[in-house]
């Protein structure tokens, strides 16, 4: 069996459920392999190259070949989910032989992903926003090269038979597409169909997707018909070295039984003794790999300049089991904190004994909490940290300042929305208390001197992100000024984003034009370049709090190799705006 996922967001969401399908069809007896396409996940290549296409096409090509030559295996299926379907059978078509094809979700032809991802992208403002000439959707780069490619992608109805026979399964909701099914039975294919159910869970926000289990088990009886699948469990193809120009890395298994899955990314060139290592934290629900593969790119990165890193999958998580006794993360993160110091442990034993987290949303409160209890964390770099990210729980209040309702009514489309009705009566009476409430506790502070909210909570924060700096543990935070949360955390707080620096003695850099997401290649690329001014800032500069960045500048030893990435820093007395204007990536 060869998996041929969706790409983009959709493959972030359908990560974990594609998984276990395959653990329990190679539990079945069959030798079932998931690969990520050339440009995306851990796979070789940039989302950016040219070729895309033609280069998923041929990671489905070598999937096979890999299975053919490593696995003895002479009889494929292919399984293919969204646009993974449509590569899959073309790909069958052009192999000729292909025992089965399971569709799920199919999208018609390349010519209809391209419209899909074209409307995507323009209802997408921050894509609009973007001047350049690549706009994005899904987080799959859209040059005019890929656009044109796409359109020649399609079964020809000319051509030989894919596959001997071939499952369709249509989404929920939706008519089966029988323009499709005619093309395969044309060509001489014995068609099944079906109705996808539970596909709105499998690729629907990553945070809350679910195996569709009766879809998923009409899969397994289709491929295996009458097979008892043993318990499923994943694993390594022992360690791989992933060949890259410029860096090590290896995908591999550590820590105690069951092992968890992570990826670690070395220098080529010897470094100096004893740098830090980086450890790649996300927000409890994304792999390893990061946000629109933001972890992939910046290890690769931060390779080349010298460091190390590991980034890895929680337990329950992406390619890591769930561990006996172990929630799931994307609720309590709290508990995630044992897979973190595992991952420290064998990184010790590995000859590392400092350690840089890099945490962003859920991910930045886990490195906080894990700063604060280990003492081989000497820095960290938080990006985006959610408000309470510093205690054990999980809490949202969808309180705003006064600023923030400012903002929203300046904003034309607010009233649009309002006038035209599509905002219910109760939701505008809870907004109208919730202003109140927030006018109310902001007049009562300044006028009366009366506490912030939750004043005991409070205090113990302010404290336990104060007692990092007096471990010397430097902590840099990274917000975008557009971030809605940062409005919660001035509302916790009772103080200004200009004064949050202060308050907590920490560095704060805010990135203009940037919400709580890093949706745009740009946007990415001028963060990795805040955190490469961070990281190869000398040691006395990193750990003191300065009144500007102009040290940093002065004394970072491989400010060449990143001149051409930050090209303006501006500061005012309390909080450091970073705004980089030159998009290129670090050398």
């Known amino acids: 069996m060869v998996l041929c996922g969706p790409l983009g967001a959709e493959a972030d969401s359908a990560h974990r459920s594609l998984r276990e399908l395959a653990e ?41 070949r890999f299975l053919r ?6 009889q494929f299926t292919l399984i293919g989910c969204r646009f993974g379907a449509t590569l899959a059978a073309v790909c069958a078509q052009q192999l000729g032989g292909v025992e089965g094809l399971v569709l ?18 323009h209802l997408d403002q921050r894509a609009d926003d973007d001047r350049s000439s690549q706009r994005e959707a899904h987080g ?86 009458g097979a008892k699948p043993r318990a499923p469990r994943a694993a390594c193809f022992g360690e791989v070295a992933i060949p890259l120009p410029g860096v090590r890395e290896t995908a591999l298994e550590f820590g105690e039984a069951p092992a968890m899955f992570g990826v670690m990314c070395r220098p080529v060139e010897p470094t100096a003794e004893n740098r830090p290592v980086l450890v790649f934290l996300n927000n409890g629900a994304a792999t ?77 409160k886990l490195a906080c909490n894990v700063a604060l209890h280990d003492g081989r964390v000497i820095a960290q770099l938080l990006v985006a940290p959610l408000p309470y990210f510093w205690d054990g729980g999980v809490i949202y209040r969808p309180l705003r300042s006064p600023a923030g309702y400012l903002k929203l009514a300046c904003d034309l489309s607010t009233w649009r929305v309002i006038f035209n009705g599509r905002v219910p009566r109760v939701v505008l009476s809870r907004a109208a208390g919730r202003l109140a409430r927030s006018v109310g506790a902001a007049l009562g502070r300044r006028i009366f001197g009366a506490p ?8 113990a924060a302010v404290r336990l992100v104060r007692s990092l700096a007096g471990r010397a543990v430097d902590t840099l935070m990274i917000f975008g000024d557009d971030d809605p949360l940062l409005e919660l955390l001035e509302e916790y707080f009772g103080v200004g984003r200009h004064g949050l620096d202060a308050l907590l003695d920490v560095r704060i850099c805010m990135m203009t034009g940037v919400g709580h997401l890093f949706p745009r290649r740009s946007d990415r690329d001028r963060l990795a370049a805040i955190m490469a001014e961070f990281l190869c800032a000398e040691p006395s500069t990193a750990s003191s709090h300065p009144e500007s960045n102009s040290g940093i500048a002065q004394q970072n030893p491989l400010q060449p190799a990143i001149a051409a990435v930050v090209s303006g820093i501006e500061a005012t007395p309390s909080v450091h705006h970073v705004t980089v204007v030159d998009d290129k990536k670090i050398p």
């Open 104 to 121: 799920l979700a199919p999208i018609r032809s390349g010519h209809a992903y391209r419209r899909e991802l074209a409307m995507m992208a």
């Open 288 to 364: 390893h790999v990061g946000a629109d593969r933001m972890w992939v790119s910046m290890a690769r990165q931060f390779a080349r300049l010298g460091f190390a890193s590991l980034r890895f999958d929680l337990s329950g998580v992406g390619d890591s089991p769930l561990r006996a006794r172990h929630r799931q993360p994307i609720d309590h993160v709290d508990e995630a904190v044992y897979d973190v110091r595992a991952a420290i442990d064998w990184l010790e034993s590995e000859g590392y004994s400092r350690v840089i987290l890099i945490g962003y949303c859920r991910g930045a």
């Open 69 to 74: 030559d490593h696995e003895g295996v002479e």
């Open 24 to 64: 329990r069809v190679a539990a079945a007896g069959l030798p079932t392999l998931r690969f990520d396409y050339l440009g995306t996940g851990d796979s070789a290549g940039d989302e950016q190259d040219a070729g895309r296409v033609d280069a998923w096409l041929q990671s489905v090509h070598g999937a096979i």
């Open 452 to 459: 912030a909210p939750s004043e005991a909570s409070l205090q």
């Open 140 to 225: 799959i780069p859209l040059t005019a090269e890929t656009l044109a490619r796409l359109g020649e992608v399609a079964i020809r109805a000319d051509g030989s038979r894919p596959a001997a026979r071939a499952l369709i399964l249509t989404r929920e909701g939706m008519s089966v597409d029988r323009s499709l099914v005619n093309d395969l039975t044309a060509l001489g294919v014995e068609v099944q169909e079906g109705e996808f159910t539970g596909y709105g869970h499998l690729v629907g926000d990553q945070l809350y997707s679910q195996y569709p289990f009766e879809a998923f088990g009409r899969v397994l009886e289709w491929i295996a018909p």
